[in-house]
């Protein structure tokens, strides 16, 4: 099967314009990519294609019926190369940052001149900043929850150790 893995926007408003924020980007940051997976820390990709002009994608090829893994963003593959706040108007610090969502689409092969067949999509949101403005972040965010009543704090989703990807 064939799995493209991206880096998307997730607020509905960034979407529409998400060619234009790319092609900002591009132009800021000549020669960069958004999104890369270390493959030497992968096992059971085949054929990974890079495209030159996709900057948030990264597509590869993998067998179901063997032991298959790409590395979770809470360790450096995938590599997520631009932070949240790149994307936001202002850029004088404190900024809320836009969240991302890593997104994974996976196809069958189809057969001679059919399309592949979608067989499934998940993805996880994801905030990027630079480490000591992650872990004031992560500090606020968890002094937030915390003072919300029990009844509201079950509304939100447990921490986990690794990234945990929801069906789309």
Do not use: M
């Not at 800021?28 to 270390?38: A, C, S």
């Not at 993805?123 to 009543?149: H, I, N, W, Y």
Request: with cysteine.
């Amino acid at each position: 099967v064939q799995s493209v893995v991206r880096v998307v926007f997730h607020d509905r408003r960034l979407q529409y314009s998400e060619q234009q924020q790319l092609e900002g980007w591009r132009w800021n940051r000549p020669g960069d990519r958004i999104l890369d997976i270390d493959i030497p820390l992968s096992v059971g990709i085949l054929e990974p294609q890079i495209h030159p002009t996709l900057l948030n994608t990264v597509e590869f090829l993998w067998d179901p019926s063997r032991r298959t893994s790409v590395p979770d963003p809470t360790v450096p593959p995938p590599q997520v190369h631009c932070i949240s706040t790149e994307f936001t108007l202002r850029k004088n610090g404190g900024e809320k940052g836009v969240p991302f969502r890593i997104q994974i689409d996976t196809f069958g092969v189809g057969g001679k001149g059919d399309p592949p067949e979608h067989l499934h999509s998940a993805s996880c949101l994801v905030k990027v900043f630079k480490p000591k403005g992650a872990d004031r972040k992560q500090k606020t965010d968890r002094e937030k929850v915390e003072k919300q009543p029990a009844v509201e704090r079950e509304k939100f989703q447990p921490a986990y150790e690794s990234t945990v990807l929801a069906e789309v």
